[in-house]
């Protein structure tokens, strides 16, 4: 029976496209990874949002400054006045507390749990040797997986942007619509390139908690070595953000296209590494 060929014959798997079967398996991948992720998404989301929305409301309080600075002495206000966020307006408050800050760290750590576990987590489970064997290429399986997990990812930085710029809106600061459309397209550029490290890690390292940890470790490290000079464009905050997007709301082209290619080199040096591997 045609049936029979498709699920245990060799020759009939060159012809899943044509019956059907290829794609209904690579749906079920995706609802599988959404099944396994989902409550990862949502408290991802929840807590961004959250974030978000506290960091725009604090704007209307903290806009006149701290009270009784008057009182501080000279050389401790001087210290005080460098760490405050930058108040001129609303987008440079939103881009140095929000898209440069809050939302690129705890995003990355978003980042680091989804993708992290995409496939160490398989081998850790002992899953990998069934879920690497089924019909379907390592390829797509790798496809399915980044696919919805990037999704999720991508899903809560628009959910939480959308918390952040909702508290300006309440506190009377509404942000430039381009500014913000700018800022979120650098945010998820940046937070693709660190799923991708996470997804590297995850076929390298066969432990998830390792992986995550790995992953963690290395963006710490290029930002710790970003502060100096000569490393400057180490910093994950230079290679794919700009600070000229407050006054010039227009994508950069440079850290677009360095985020994007770095992300496209980590994912196929991924797929190749995961084709050698034996489970």
Request: glycine share 8%; proline share 5%.
């Amino acid at each position: 029976m045609p049936g029979a060929l498709c699920s245990t014959c060799n020759r009939c798997r060159s012809m899943r496209s044509s019956c059907g079967l290829w794609r209904r398996d690579v749906k079920a991948l995706m609802w599988k990874e959404l099944r396994e992720n989902r409550l990862k998404i949502i408290v991802g989301c929840v807590l961004l949002s959250i974030i978000g929305l506290a960091v725009s409301i604090a704007y209307r309080f903290l806009e006149g400054g701290i009270p009784g600075m008057a009182q501080i002495p000279p050389e401790y206000a001087d210290l005080i006045k460098k760490l405050m966020p930058d108040f001129s307006n609303v987008n440079a408050y939103l881009y140095s507390q929000w898209f440069s800050k809050n939302l690129q760290q705890v995003g990355a750590i978003l980042a680091i749990v989804l993708l992290g576990s995409a496939v160490a987590g398989e081998r850790e489970l002992h899953t990998a040797i069934f879920l690497f064997s089924r019909p379907v290429s390592r390829g797509m399986i790798l496809a399915a997986k980044v696919i919805v997990l990037f999704g999720g990812l991508v899903l809560a930085v628009l959910v939480s942007t959308g918390g952040a710029v909702l508290g300006a809106i309440i506190v009377g600061k509404a942000p430039q619509s381009a500014f913000v459309l700018a800022a979120t397209l650098h945010s998820v550029v940046a937070l693709i390139a660190f799923a991708s490290l996470a997804t590297l890690l995850s076929v390298l390292v066969p432990d998830r908690v390792k992986a995550m940890l790995f992953s963690g470790g290395v963006i710490i490290v290029l930002s710790v070595a970003g502060q100096f000079k000569p490393f400057h464009w180490l910093n994950p905050l230079a290679l794919f953000g700009s600070s000229a997007l407050i006054q010039h709301p227009v994508p950069q082209l440079v850290p677009v296209v360095v985020g994007v290619v770095l992300s496209a080199c980590m994912l196929g040096i991924s797929y190749y590494i995961l084709q050698q591997q034996e489970f």
